[in-house]
């Protein structure tokens, strides 16, 4: 091919080449220095002579080009299609497929005169504050920048490429972290918050897919970075420039936490967790109460005005937080618990002793037919760990472990081994069907050591359970077990018992030969 076929290639193919030329401005943007670099990079390849095409194949409409980087890199460009091959691994497009449409564009048009139009921008303008000017309308226009070039990178088709993108992004978008550092703890908290209302969207499909877990153990590692740049912010002197930011912030906050939808317990964590750690004065806090008093807007039959009484609390309103507590629905337990979880670090036991007791109704019935595994089994340690701190009466106690169910016996048990309550313990673990060392994790060896005799029938139980099995391995268990039973039984003085349940044993199972040789290996008789 000479000089004129190639500009009749790209007369020819034009209207694709234009395609791929507005795919190239849409991808990349002048304020980004690395984008910005690339198109230099390009330019200089197609000016220096470094591009060259080696095959044309009209029925493919396909062009293979050489460019002379580093190495000889070569490209295929699919036009019809706008899709290309390169074998650098950087991200696409890189500056080897961008110079390959570069070189065919100016074949009939200015690339300059394209490149002076890609520079003056009319986003440019407002980007070339980013460096200089402090303000949330600069960090908007970043954030929205760097997204628009990550999710056309990275098309959210997988959670894992999402996640991806957003980690890439953050990565990038720290670059453009003020030096200044009073600046940079706002400057974290505010990117934080923007990235994670940018890509909530793409969040909701995957949360209602069996990619549900996933999803959750992103949001929570998420959630925890913003929580630890928000306590880093609330430990600084709050400077006089940044209340614009703080603001804004808050306002981005409750138009997230009501405007949004689902996975509604993460907008509520992160609202509340900004007016903690932002907001301080109490007349800002009053405003919001009477706002939230006034909205009746719901979500899943959840009122999105469930946060009150996180201000009751922090506007020490104890009536209206009692009388809100009076009147909890039973399936908002969990929200009550972390109620009572931040009045206990505020050192107000009296509060959380009257709180407390409120949830004492519902536990059974949210345990049972709300939450599920494992979340139940964590709701129960933080019952514990919250109940362990006020003074509840024995009786009161019973009945919360009670309701704990099966999830609830090693903590009943515990409360059965302070009052000294062992047979109490011992039908406990029978009526459970415990395992030998389940029980020996809830305190069996306090028993054994203050009232052995009480473990005889637990003994048993074990026994009988793996006899049952009619297999020689459960054979040996179930010796090992009466192994146990025989030092109890020592230890209770119960010599003569013990001997007449080991006749007893070999009487009743005469015809398992396999466990009468275990039994005579063992050597039970005392």
């Not at 536990?363 to 109940?387: A, G, H, K, T, W």
């Amino acid at each position: 091919m000479n000089l004129t076929s190639y500009q009749k290639l790209a007369t020819h193919y034009k209207k694709y080449i234009d395609e791929s030329m507005k795919t190239i401005e849409k991808k990349l943007h002048p304020a980004i220095i690395e984008d910005e670099e690339l198109v230099r990079r390009a330019t200089f390849f197609v000016r220096n002579g470094a591009v060259s095409i080696t095959n044309y194949y009209p029925q493919d409409h396909r062009v293979d080009f050489s460019i002379r980087d580093v190495s000889n890199i070569d490209v295929t460009y699919n036009l019809l299609t706008d899709s290309f091959h390169c074998p650098c691994p950087m991200h696409k497009p890189c500056r080897h497929i961008v110079a390959a449409v570069f070189y065919l564009y100016q074949q009939n048009d200015s690339l300059s005169n394209w490149i002076s139009a890609w520079r003056s921008n009319a986003d440019h303008a407002q980007l070339s504050l980013l460096r200089d000017e402090r303000s949330p309308r600069s960090w908007n226009i970043l954030v929205d920048n760097f997204f628009r070039k990550f999710i056309s990178n990275y098309p959210p088709a997988s959670f894992y490429l999402l996640e991806f993108a957003v980690h890439d992004l953050k990565t990038q978008i720290r670059k453009s972290r003020p030096f200044e550092r009073e600046w940079q703890p706002i400057f974290d908290v505010y990117i934080d918050l923007s990235i994670l209302i940018k890509i909530w969207p793409y969040l909701e499909p995957f949360a209602e897919s069996n990619m549900r877990n996933r999803v959750f153990h992103f949001l929570n590692e998420f959630v925890d970075e913003i929580d630890d740049h928000l306590s880093q912010l609330a430990s600084k002197p709050r400077m006089f420039a940044a209340d614009p930011f703080y603001d804004e912030m808050m306002e981005q906050v409750r138009t997230f936490y009501l405007e949004t939808e689902t996975l509604i317990r993460y907008r509520k964590h992160v609202y509340l967790s900004f007016w903690d750690a932002l907001v301080t004065d109490k007349a800002t806090r009053e405003k919001e109460v009477a706002y939230l008093q006034q909205l009746d807007k719901t979500e899943d039959d959840i009122p999105l005005n469930m946060v009150l009484p996180y201000f009751y609390l922090t506007l020490s309103k104890t009536d209206e937080l009692l009388e809100a507590a009076e009147h909890m629905e039973r399936e908002q337990l969990l929200e009550w618990v972390e109620v009572c979880e931040k009045a206990l670090h505020s050192a107000n036991k009296e509060l959380v002793n009257e709180l407390a007791r409120k949830l004492l109704p519902h536990i059974s019935y949210y345990l049972n037919e709300v939450i599920q595994n494992p979340s139940r089994v964590m709701l129960i340690r933080r019952l514990e760990l919250l109940f362990d701190s006020i003074r509840l009466e024995p009786e009161e106690l019973e009945n919360l472990y009670k309701s704990f169910g099966l999830y609830g016996i090693q903590s009943y048990s515990n409360l059965l081994l302070k009052g000294k309550r062992y047979r109490d313990w011992m039908a406990l673990h029978q009526s459970a069907n415990s395992s030998l060392e389940y029980a020996e994790a809830c305190g069996l060896s306090i028993v054994k050591e203050d009232a052995p005799e009480v473990l005889l029938p637990l003994y048993h139980h074990y026994a009988m359970r793996f006899i049952q099995e009619k297999n020689r391995y459960s054979y040996k268990q179930a010796v090992r077990i009466w192994k146990k039973m025989k030092q109890v039984a020592k230890k209770s003085n119960e010599t003569e018992y013990w001997n007449a349940y080991v006749e007893n044993v070999r009487e009743k199972y005469r015809r398992l030969r396999a466990l009468q040789q275990e039994i005579e290996k063992g050597n039970l008789p005392l």
